[in-house]
């Protein structure tokens, strides 16, 4: 169940229920044991190379960009 923390137009918090396959359980799984695998051997994303990257910088070169934010997907929220 998915419980909006933000009204609707009407002032009323929605709810949605999702119905959960088995096969979905199983890939959320097998990402956990995947990234637990990882990390114990310390393999850990080396970023997408952009030179404009603010995350590459910030993972590569330690430089803190003013933001992670990305307007675009936070548009998608909305
Ligand atoms: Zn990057």
Known sequence: MIQYLDPDDKGFFN???IRILP???ESVKTMIWETWEN?????????????DCAWCSFVKDNVYPDSFSDPEIEALDD
């Open 39 to 51: 990390i114990m051997a310390h393999r850990f994303y080396e970023g997408c190379g952009k030179p």
């Open 15 to 17: 709810e949605k229920e």
């Open 23 to 25: 096969k979905e359980i």
